[in-house]
Structures are given as C-alpha cells and as structure tokens.
C-alpha cells in the first residue's frame, strides 16, 4: 500500500466542477509520476483513455460522494493511484444520483487482474465505512489525506481474514 499512493499524487479540497475535469485531474498527477523514461508522447492521451474508457463502461461512481475511476494499461508495471478530495462535489453519474467529491485514480500493469480487483475490494470496503468518509473530507491537506490512506493494507491477501 505505501506504493499506491504517493504525496505528489493527492489534491486535497479541489475545484473542480465537472467529472470531465476530475478525470484530467487525476490523470495529470498520475502522468507526473510515471518514469519520463517510460514515457512517450502518446502516454499522457493513453491514461486519460484508460480512466474515461472505464467510464463509458460504467460509472465508477460508488455512492457515498465516492467514486473509483481506473484502468488497465500495458506501461506500467505497478499499480498507481491518485486521490482528489473537492471543495464542491460533482455530478459522477453515481447509482445513488449523489454527487461526488472524493475520487480515488487508479492505474493498473494490463496483466494484473487479480491484484486489480482486491485493492477495488479493499477501497470500496474502506470507503463503505462512514468514519472514513468523513475524515477525507475533513482533511486539509494532502499530507492527511496520505496519512488515511496508508491506513489501508492493499493488496489485501486472498487468505487474509479481518473481524469487525
């Protein structure tokens, strides 16, 4: 987990306002991370196709004012992850119809699909949780927002077995 996430990855109280923005948003500061030496010009159009792709499949939406937007791609070799909290929260197209103001990013190695689909469990089950909700948007700056999220152990293990 300590991976996923990464200070210059975060924005912490956004404005943002529309999820056309937010999606760049997060694709902005995942690009920024990724090895220049990785990079080539089509890579910053690639990970904004990945994230809306995803979108045009369904929204990532998640309820609560959440949403997960990912994607798979084949130029990384580590999942990456983004965070952007808002100021105000917007229209995500979520199954509940609430709008949205904390959005996690995630970028996903193509080959990954197990591992994929755990850190998605892992974010839905911490985000389910109204305390966590709750300290994200409480939070003012990015560093705290950072703090929160290394709380989560992802990849969780198959085998792993949590009590409430």
Same mark, same amino acid.
């Given at each position: 987990?300590?991976?996923?996430?990464?200070?210059?990855?975060?924005?912490?109280?956004?404005?943002?306002?529309?999820?056309?923005?937010?999606?760049?948003?997060?694709?902005?500061?995942?690009?920024?991370?990724?090895?220049?030496?990785?990079?080539?010009?089509?890579?910053?159009?690639?990970?904004?196709?990945?994230?809306?792709?995803?979108?045009?499949?369904?929204?990532?939406?998640? =309820?609560?004012? &959440?949403? /997960?937007?990912? @994607?798979?791609?084949?130029?990384?070799?580590?999942?990456? #992850?983004?965070?952007?909290? !808002?100021?105000?929260?917007?229209?995500?197209?979520?199954?509940? =119809?609430?709008? &949205?103001? /904390?959005?996690? @990013?995630?970028?996903?190695?193509?080959?990954?699909?197990? #591992?994929?689909?755990?850190? !998605?469990?892992?974010?839905?089950?911490?985000?389910?949780?109204?305390?966590?909700?709750?300290?994200?948007?409480?939070?003012?700056?990015?560093?705290?927002?950072?703090?929160?999220?290394?709380?989560?152990? !992802?990849?969780?293990?198959?085998?792993?077995?949590?009590?409430?």
């Amino acid at each position: 987990m300590t991976d996923l996430f990464d200070i210059s990855r975060i924005s912490c109280r956004a404005s943002l306002s529309s999820k056309k923005k937010c999606l760049q948003s997060l694709s902005d500061l995942i690009e920024d991370s990724i090895d220049e030496n990785e990079l080539d010009e089509s890579v910053d159009m690639e990970v904004i196709d990945a994230l809306t792709a995803r979108e045009r499949l369904g929204c990532t939406g998640l =309820g609560f004012g &959440v949403a /997960i937007p990912h @994607g798979r791609v084949e130029f990384i070799d580590k999942p990456i #992850g983004a965070a952007v909290t !808002l100021e105000q929260a917007v229209e995500f197209d979520a199954a509940d =119809g609430e709008p &949205v103001d /904390i959005i996690i @990013g995630l970028l996903i190695p193509e080959h990954e699909v197990d #591992g994929h689909l755990r850190i !998605l469990a892992d974010l839905a089950k911490f985000f389910n949780e109204a305390t966590n909700r709750h300290a994200m948007r409480k939070a003012q700056s990015a560093r705290e927002i950072l703090d929160l999220l290394q709380t989560l152990e !992802l990849p969780a293990s198959p085998d792993s077995k949590t009590t409430d």
